[in-house]
């Protein structure tokens, strides 16, 4: 008799995660792999991020931390906010939590009640929907594909909505996809949920500054939005910190407070020391962050390029992110030297086993059709990895 509990026997193990431990199995084992899986940049923490952190440690931040965060971190937060997204948020809006993978949990346990759905535009981040499941939701898929850009049509949202509809969750930039949406398009969708006021939207936007598209909208900015929209956001990504484990959202007062309720019982305030250090990186010009976005924009440049050269595969243009999505529909019902490809899982298996590159299904996203590599490593491996897919698959 299994002794543990339904609710993790059902939950699924995350896709990337697995992947990316499979490769370093394999790395240990003495194999070549390039790793393509882990969406993690590969720059350091700036300088001046790490310096407010030692000084930190100097100062003696070394307690327990307020639940929901300190009190001009929370400040900082709300002048970024303004900044960068022309949103009102005050402190009693801002929690800050371990990661922004906290913050979306947190937001599923208090926001979801058994049965309610909850609309997954697909390819969606990979946990959004075991975090929901977890929760006693419902994820509602809605495909997309590389043809429309990945992006969801008003329409498409229309006809997804039911009685039981409580949410909407997508990420902006896209993980996986790179789509990035432009204010008319947003504001299309949002004209679709102007008529169900009880529907709220979790707008992840921790990749807000690694986009190509020179614009960014946050849905919430758009009039009628504010007061049903969670933004979530982080400093993983744009600052090079996915260690340090500091997320954070902006929503109505009601959801903070129950989102500090929840935290509380959970794992109370983040990291003391993280948290001082984001101060300064949430008050940084994001101006100082144009050499990696350069540099990611022409590893974007180098791998869409090469990868068009493959024939078979058909890719978007991401405008954000560090991802590539190819649709590797084409090989199904192939046979490659002597393995048959059944679907997106046989193929990452196939070009992990065969060219020994590692990267992740697009089954774990909601697309079946498409793989996802990650761009966060040097050009010398992207060349690399690329020429050996080529060579498998010729």
């Known amino acids: ?36 899986s882990l969406g993690e940049p590969d720059f350091n923490t700036p300088d001046f991020i790490k310096e407010a952190a030692k000084q930190a440690i100097d100062d003696n931040y070394s307690t327990y931390t307020p639940v929901d965060g300190y009190a001009d971190l929370k400040d900082a937060i709300c002048r970024k906010f303004k900044r960068d997204n022309n949103l009102d948020y005050k402190p009693a809006n801002i929690v800050v939590s371990t990661g922004a993978k906290q913050s979306l949990y947190n937001i ?15 390819p969606y981040w990979v946990s959004y929907f075991e975090i929901i499941k977890l929760s006693g939701g419902v994820p509602v898929e809605v495909p997309t594909s590389v043809e429309s850009d990945f992006k969801i049509t008003p329409e498409q949202l229309e006809k997804a909505i039911t009685p039981k509809t409580k949410m909407i969750w997508y990420s902006f930039p896209c993980n996986p996809s790179g789509s990035v949406y432009s204010r008319e398009e947003l504001t299309a969708l949002a004209k679709v949920l102007e008529k169900y006021p009880n529907i709220y939207v979790v707008a992840d ?18 009039p009628g939005m504010f007061e049903k929209t969670i933004t979530v956001n982080g400093v993983a990504k744009a600052f090079a910190m996915t260690g340090w484990r500091i997320g954070y ?13 929840m935290q509380g019982q959970v794992t109370s305030g983040a990291n003391s020391i993280a948290q001082r250090a984001t101060i300064a990186a949430v008050d940084a010009d994001p101006k100082v962050l144009g050499d990696m976005v350069k540099a990611f924009h022409q590893r974007r440049d180098l791998v869409v390029g090469l990868i068009n050269e493959i024939p078979g595969l058909k890719l978007n243009v991401p405008e954000g992110a ?16 002597g393995t048959e490809i059944k679907n997106a899982d046989d193929f990452s298996m196939y070009l992990l086993g065969e060219a020994n590159v590692a990267t992740v299904t697009g089954d774990a996203f909601g697309n079946p059709n498409c793989i996802r590599l990650s761009y966060a490593t040097s050009e010398d491996q992207l060349k690399e990895a690329i020429k050996r897919i080529k060579e498998v698959l010729n």
């Open 1 to 36: 008799m299994n002794p543990l509990s339904e609710r993790i026997n059902n939950l699924s193990t995350s896709q990337t995660l697995a992947m990316a431990a499979l490769a370093r199995e394999l790395k240990a084992q003495g194999k070549d792999i390039i790793s393509l």
């Open 322 to 337: 560090f991802y590539v999505f190819p649709d590797v529909s084409s090989f199904f019902g192939k046979t490659l030297r």
């Open 249 to 261: 959202i902006g929503a109505p007062e009601f959801i903070a407070k129950a989102c500090t309720k």
């Open 108 to 122: 599923a346990q208090v926001m979801l009640n058994d049965g309610d759905e909850v609309i997954l535009p697909a």
């Open 205 to 222: 936007e921790i990749y807000e500054h690694i986009n190509f598209s020179g614009t960014f909208c946050s849905i919430a900015s758009i």
